[in-house]
């Protein structure tokens, strides 16, 4: 019986992989057809349907002010999340109950209720209660903090509780208390752990500021697939925009995110060498 977790494929298992993708290659490109086809039909890859993009006036007026809205609330809810998360997944991990218990009901209930459930009650409950209006802004930047942080809650105590016993036992056997073991021994691992979850929970957070709309925020689809189709009438091709600025959006967080996860990985590598080095020129010294 063989040992390895995966074996090579032979001559006929080649033949038909390569069958199996050209079929599906063929599919495809049926479907894209099929659909570029039915476009042609309604005229939405007619010149005049894009133009507008290619205009100053479109983006000064509704594109670029619609991204720098839909970047900066993303923005302060990311980091607002990462605290969020952070916190209550520390609260969460404490062996006070009267810290576990109610941190643990905060998480459950902000992952229960609906992200756009929260936008409402923030943008029409609040003012209903307060007689106050509350800003279609915060509203944004507060649920996607609330929904999201409590993902990332989950998602770091998970990683911290995945970190090896042992070594928090070691923190402690060197007299280490459990604030400092928490913030210099498990917490930077677990996020190093983690980084992959918490990059694909920030880009769910940025594709979820397209909620706004509901509440009439100036974001990307509320100014560009209302307002600037309502102008042209050219919906398929504000869609496409759409689709190309978000993809490229995204496409930016995971670069960034895997080249922080390589530095620290490098970072990391480097402290380890030098203590091997420390311990080994101190034996060489004793």
């Known amino acids: 019986m063989s040992t390895l977790l995966y074996d090579h494929p032979g001559p006929r298992a080649r033949r038909r992989n390569l069958i199996l993708t050209a079929v599906f290659g063929i599919g495809l490109l049926a479907v894209l057809w099929y659909i570029y086809a039915r476009f042609e039909e309604k005229d939405q890859w007619a010149a005049e349907k894009w133009q507008p993009f290619t205009t100053a006036k479109v983006w000064t007026q509704f594109i670029l002010p619609a991204l720098w809205a839909t970047v900066s609330a993303a923005l302060i809810a990311m980091v607002l999340s990462l605290a969020f998360g952070l916190i209550f997944a520390v609260a969460r991990l ?100 983690m980084l992959p979850v918490i990059v694909s929970q920030l880009v769910v957070l940025l594709k979820d500021t397209a909620l706004g709309y509901i509440i009439a925020y100036p974001e990307l689809l509320q100014r560009v697939g209302n307002e600037l189709t309502a102008n042209y009438g050219n919906v398929v091709a504000a869609a496409i925009v759409l689709a190309v600025i978000y993809i490229i959006m995204n496409s930016a967080l995971t670069l960034f995110a895997g080249w922080l996860d390589r ?24």
């Open 263 to 286: 530095r620290t990985r490098r970072t990391a590598g480097r402290a380890t060498t030098r203590a091997a080095t420390g311990v080994t020129d101190v034996g060489t010294g004793a």
């Open 94 to 193: 404490s062996e006070r109950r009267w810290i576990g218990v109610p941190a643990g009901a905060v998480i459950e209930f902000c992952r229960a209720v609906p992200l756009l459930l929260m936008m409402f009650f923030l943008f029409y409950g609040v003012p209903f209660l307060t007689q106050a209006p509350f800003p279609a802004f915060w509203a944004v930047v507060i649920g996607l903090t609330l929904y999201n942080g409590s993902v990332l809650a989950e998602a770091f105590r998970a990683g911290i509780r995945a970190v090896p016993r042992g070594q928090s036992e070691a923190a402690y056997a060197v007299g280490m208390r459990k604030n400092q073991v928490m913030q210099y021994i498990l917490v930077p691992q677990a996020a190093r752990a």
